[in-house]
């Protein structure tokens, strides 16, 4: 059996391969009433969508998505929400040797051991292209959470970070790489070229901040928001490492220093600090949501790697197709997908126990 769905009220498969006809997402449990069309979805599938700068795969895909179910005269109607992505530039022929032997870091082994059989032509459904579908079903979840502002930017890439002291979020949308930092994303053209040219890849950072969550959204112990958002964040394609707030750098503070200070103010606590991210207990605090996701560098490389063949012979592979130098860099909105697919179903499990 395998898991292709995420959520508990609001929830969504995604279904579908890198090289076959199409890909999609079925969204259920989203309330109805709400105003959707394609135009509210298209604008995130093109930020995540291929073949847009030299620093991405030049795979040549348009993502137009068609809702096919679960709107009626522009509105949702509470049953289930079928979009379609139609794959219109593949490439199978570029794989021949993949279909022979493994992709060391990639999950063509791993396919393999567990299904005895694998679909090799980009991965399958091991492909970042799934990742097209979550960013279509989080553009519905958005509609769920109107007041949350979510807001995602690459942090560092092959090791290179932004300086924190030059964000201007301004510039996120100014640059290829989503980067606040405009004297980080000129250094970043020549860091991910020298990759691209060498036949290699990069690693990133991407954070990710959602503004607006009242304080109580989440649930103690097995339904946690930070579990929730650590889960949702593992699951995209590549990413091997999730921090919530301070994340790992929380285990060289002191107590006194780690606290997150509260003062009265008007509408509740005023807090000092955001060392929590956010979340205490697995509960909103009513500050803002931030989470840090790393993303490996692209398995897929022209520079030759040992490995063996299905048989089990000693090889050499370099993957030969188009394929992102530095997946993260496309990561940004897949990310905040995840976040608002969490977001607005813990809303609506908040709604279902506590009220509005």
């Known amino acids: 059996m395998s898991w292709n769905s ?198 990133a950072v991407v954070a990710c901040e959602a503004t607006g969550v009242p304080a109580g959204w989440g649930a103690p112990l097995y339904a946690k928001l930070d579990s929730e958002l650590a889960a949702a964040m593992v699951s995209i394609n590549a990413v091997k490492g999730v921090e919530i707030g301070d994340g790992f750098a929380a285990a060289a503070l002191r107590g006194e220093d780690n606290a997150d200070p509260m003062r009265p103010g008007a509408n509740g606590p005023v807090f000092a600090a955001n060392h929590a991210g956010g979340i205490a207990g697995g509960i909103a605090t009513g500050q803002p949501i931030r989470v840090r996701a790393a993303f490996k560098p692209t398995s897929s490389i022209l520079t030759p790697v040992e490995t063996v063949t299905r048989t089990g012979e000693a090889t050499e592979i370099a993957t030969r197709g188009r394929h992102d130098p530095c997946v993260g860099i496309r990561g940004v909105p897949v990310v905040e997908a995840m976040m608002a697919l969490v977001l607005a179903d813990q809303a609506l499990l908040h709604r279902g126990q506590c009220g509005w």
């Open 6 to 203: 995420f959520g508990r009220v609001f929830r969504f498969t995604t279904w579908g391969e890198s090289h076959g006809p199409a890909i999609g997402a079925v969204v259920d449990g989203c309330p109805p009433g709400l105003v959707l069309s394609e135009a509210d979805i298209q604008p995130w599938l093109d930020k995540r969508r291929p073949g847009t700068s030299r620093f991405t795969t030049q795979r040549q895909e348009p993502d137009q998505v068609r809702i096919l179910s679960g709107v009626f005269d522009g509105r949702t109607t509470g049953t289930p929400i079928s979009l379609l992505i139609e794959n219109v530039d593949q490439r199978s022929k570029d794989y021949g040797e993949v279909a022979q032997a493994y992709r060391p870091g990639h999950a063509d082994y791993a396919y393999d051991a567990k299904y005895g059989f694998r679909d090799y032509r980009g991965g399958g459904r091991s492909s970042a292209r799934e990742t097209a579908s979550r960013v279509a079903a989080g553009a519905v979840a958005r509609l769920v959470i109107p007041r949350v502002r979510i807001r995602a930017w690459v942090e560092a890439i092959g090791g290179d970070a932004i300086d924190t002291r030059a964000f201007d979020d301004s510039e996120i949308d100014n640059n290829p790489f989503f980067c606040p930092d405009p004297g980080a994303a000129r250094r970043w053209e020549a860091l991910v070229d020298s990759a691209r040219k060498a036949g290699s890849s990069l690693g």
